[in-house]
């Protein structure tokens, strides 16, 4: 039996929730619905959902060109993100973000950064700042393996450790950056060592199991909150589609993807659920049913919501008023 305390059911809920969320996006971008390209996170998502499974809106979360799971389960309403991938002004970032941008301080997701590995050094700043204003708020940075070989990361990294802050390095090593694989970016491929060699203890966990997730983030959040400093947690994750719509994924082989797709993390949580009696198919088909109405609202509201006026372009851009004062809900 899983421990009671693991909440496997809500768990299978968020994640279902951003694997049907990104199977309709794919969809509507493929009708011309929503305008510009899409990283999706299919095959990646119990990641996000067990590490933002112990995380409160106060938390700061920072993510990536692949953002869209990590915002669901950070808790950025569905409608928004929807809204902002259609380019709406009742987008999370009023339709002038789109895919790569999405976030939504209110939930403590700061919009998204495309620049790869650009994130870390906010979210350490945003550790420090936690750390000297706050008993126990920390940040998370998601990352890819490729984030791993900029400089900005290391910078990050090293200052982290050195001031103990409370962020915690989550690497989602999917094998590959763009169609570059692991053995042709790193000559030693133990991604992890790297954050050792800062002096921050890391952790390697199976990124397609949600309870080793959850597990592994409990244990640096714990340490995060207690204030005893940074973790690097290696999720080994693959994602289950092409790294974004325009990509052909001719640089893996089927037998390789075949692979993966049996190691689903949604399928095997299912299985996970019903073999300890804590879900039935009909219960799942339930959950199934929510989701899809969820999303089927979500998409409405995209539909209906007005487009950005040009007048409004600079809106939301730059701050004008006193240094210091523009953000309030970032205290
Ligand atoms: C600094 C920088 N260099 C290059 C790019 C172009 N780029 C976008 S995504 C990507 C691959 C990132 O791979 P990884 O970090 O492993 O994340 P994944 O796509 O696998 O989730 C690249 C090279 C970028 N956005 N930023
Ligand atoms: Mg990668």
Known sequence: MPDSDVPLLDMYRTM??????????????LQGRIPSTLHLYIGQEAVATGVCAHLGSDDYLYSTHR?????????VSPRSIMAELFGKRTGCCQGKGGSMHVGDVNVGMFPAIAIVGANAPLAAGSALAAKRLTEDRLAVCFMGDGALNEGAVHEAMNMSALWDLPVIFVCENNLYAASTPL????RSQDLAGRALAYGIPAVVVDGNDVEAVYQAAGEAVTRARRREGSTFLEAQTYR????????????????????????DPIPRLAARLKQSDLASDKSLAAIEQDVLAILDDAVAFAEESPLPEPTDTLDHVYWSGPAGQNNEVWR
């Open 183 to 186: 053995d042709r970016a790193f």
């Open 16 to 29: 279902l929730t951003i694997r049907r969320f990104e199977e309709r996006c794919n969809h509507l971008y």
């Open 240 to 263: 289950l589609c092409g790294h974004s719509r325009s990509d052909p994924r001719t640089y893996r082989s089927p037998e390789e993807e075949e692979a993966w797709q049996s190691r």
């Open 67 to 75: 953002p869209h799971g990590h915002a669901l389960a950070k808790g």
